[in-house]
């Protein structure tokens, strides 16, 4: 569905910022993209909006080539975007006109945009939000909006560009949650963040070092490669972290992603002493 | 967060001015501003006054709000009424000092000129606080329309006031962070030297190139490409509603009128 | 005793005259003259919150003593950053007082006389910057001091090596051409060159990745360890639980709960109630404990629950190491790198 071909990208002629991605990312999947700074993780997203294209290789996505100029509309309103800073993508001042912008640009008739308003907002926990202004959103109900923005397009592809970083610790769950039941509704959802608890919850992690990747597999896998993570400037997540603490005191507990299975470990460990 | 009342912010609302057609309001809102202008006595400028502030009752905006929504220009009304004071030379003199003479004519002049500014704006703010961006928008653009053959970009025009107006509140928002910041590094901004000025102006620019950024991106990744093609969740659409405002208009303008031929 | 609240209240709006105006709408709502918007119905004015939260802080009353470190938690819009906006005299209370040194910070002249003394960082500092060179943006507190040109060059080539960056390579360089981290820097220097006595922060490492955010709350540290009051609102409860003395936490406008971290943490059921965490070592050493493993200490971090947990499985099970390690066949491999590592929940 998202296919990556050798792609490179360059900004200015000289470093690539893409330096020969392949990737493939199947219809329904929830993949996280973590990296540095400079990684090259936020030009990755904006290729599959068909905001960029690659200057080596190829990108498709859903069977059409981004540098194809035929196709980049429909691209676009199959891979949704949400962006990092919740006050600079809302275009309209109220709910349902900044909601209905994408699906207007595609020439939805009126009748129908009514309902898909109501739709999307509805998808993201926000109905009869319509006649708010967006100016008295919280950062992370604004971001909220953004997504059902995008879902107003009728997407199959969602793509958040660090969307959950400039949101405090209940905005991201909440975002987190509205992820979770598209994706559990067919949505591929494309992650890009550097919290180490969302990319828990992703079927699939890929990690980009430099503009390549690093590694790429289930979080069980990628999330406990402590040393990948350290070079790479992230966190490893907290229960990983006590799972290797425990090792260094002679306790092997197994290497844990999650709390939950960590703790569970913990107490078995403990009923059997 | 506060709340600031600031022109461009839509005041959300179901009053029979809010639901009337964008285009007639801007074209209403246009005419006012010519009666304001037609006014050649202060029972002129308070009959438009009066409409002005009616139409702000009728659409639930209490009128402290409505005054305070045009205070960040209140510089221009008063900048113009002291030049007034300043170059009006008729009647009685008043008050001389230097080269400076205010007359009675002066005074009576400024203060006339201010009140037709102040309907001015007011009518300006009524249309923006009752009128949601995009709406504005696209009767921007209806308005212009007649001059898309000769080359006007009207789509563009309209779009272009519509994402001003939705960024006006937050600017005035940054601003207020970036003034308590430098106040906070013992800036005073009473005496204006430049470069406590540019401590404000600066970080403001930089943040608009900052939200371009991102804004023309995030329309670009919702297919947006320009006004062709373009359907619209809300069709404008002209209602009785929209009829009873014009009669009061032109009532209006006709009592504006009378009252020239009758205070001349 | 730098700065004392004393039964502090911020409204938004003048309290009399929003009840007069919420009364004259409800008059004319009656008489048929306005309708009320749908939007407003469910009681939500226009720039969100509940109408009657007219009060942005209410009866706030804490002092905060010298050289001490103060984290403020609680959500967004539960008032932290009103509050902390009221310790340079930037906001002025509606209710009760703010005293600086034992004056009311109410008085202009005590309020400048303070700006000078009491460092405050706003959110996303480096939105601030303005300055043509990094030098000049770091000079803008000393010179609105007054200072002579000599002591304006020392303290911004202090402030700037105070921050780890090099006066003599960024100097000269324009702050918009620097990484976010380094411009968040420069922006910190520029009230470090103020040279206050406490340093008030809100949210200091809020959209910087890890490891730019592990180096600034370890500068910070830095900074309360060589005697600087600090004030710090966050939002991660595991930065507050690890550099806070004491903590103060905010829900609606009104003081949650205040005392030691430990204090603090050891209620989570009451921080969970409003929607706030506590630190991860701390909830899984509660999760354990109600499950009747015995862990003795109030506050749990990473390596301080690692010993426990290690202290009780070599107690009562020693022999059984190995067969454990079997368990997890592969798993071993991935030991080795992170043992050289350093844990970053230290």
Redesign the interface.
Known sequence: MIEFDNAGFTYDGETFVLDSVTARIEQGEFVCILGGNGSGKSTLAKHVNALLSPDEGSVRVLGHDTRDEDSVYFIRSQAGMVFQNPDDQLVASLIENDVAFGPENLGVPTNELRERVSAALADVGLQGFEKRETAALSGGQKQRVAIAGALAMEPAILVLDEATAMLDPRGRKGLMRVCRTLHERGMTIVMITHFMEEAAQADRVIVLEGGHVAADGTPADVLVQADLLRRLHLDVPFACALSFALKRRGVDAGVHIETTSLKEELCRLLSRA | MPDIAVLGRYWPGTSPVHRMDARMKLVLSLLVMAAAFAAQSFPGLAVCAAFVLGFFALAGIPAASALKSVAPLAFIVVLTALLNVLFVQDGKALFEWWIVRVTEGGLWQAAFIACRLLVLLLSMSLLTLTTPTLDITEAFEWTLGFLRPLGVPAHELGMMMGIALRFLPQFALELRTVHRAQASRGATFSKGRLRTLSALIVPLFTSAFRHADTLSAAMDARCYHGGVGRTRLNPLACTQLDARGAVAVALMLACVIASNFAFA | MPIAFEGVSYA??DPERQAK?AR?RKR?RDAG????????E?G??????SPDAVW?LADIDFTLADGEFLGVAG???SGKSTLV?HM?G?VHPTRGRVLFDGQDLADKRVA?EC??KV??V?QY?E?????ATVREDVA??P???GLSDEEIERRVRAALEDVHLDPDEVGGKSP?EL??GQQRRVAFA??LA?EPRALVLDEPV??L????REEFLSLIEELHSAGLTVVMVS?SMDDLARLADRMLVLNEGRQFALGTPAEVFAHGDALRAI?L?VP??Q??AE??RE?G?ELPRDLYD??S???D??G???D??PS??PK??E??PG??A??A?????E???A
């Not at chain 3, 790198?337 to 590592?341: L, R, S, Y």
């Open positions: 938004y709006v105006s004259r004319r003259a306005i309708e009320e918007a749908p939007s407003l469910k939500f004015p226009a720039w969100g919150g942005a959500h967004t819009g906006q340079n930037l400048q700006r000078g460092g405050l706003f500092p939105h601030q910057l303005f300055a803008f507190g010179r609105n001091l918009f990484s976010g520029g009230v103020m809020a959209g990745d890890p490891v730019a939002h929607g965490d991860a070592a909830k899984l999760e354990l499950m493993v990473l390596e629950l690692a010993d947990l290690a009780r499985l070599a009562s099970a059984r190491e454990v390690g368990d997890e798993r071993n991935s030991e790198p992170c043992a050289a590592g844990a970053p929940y």
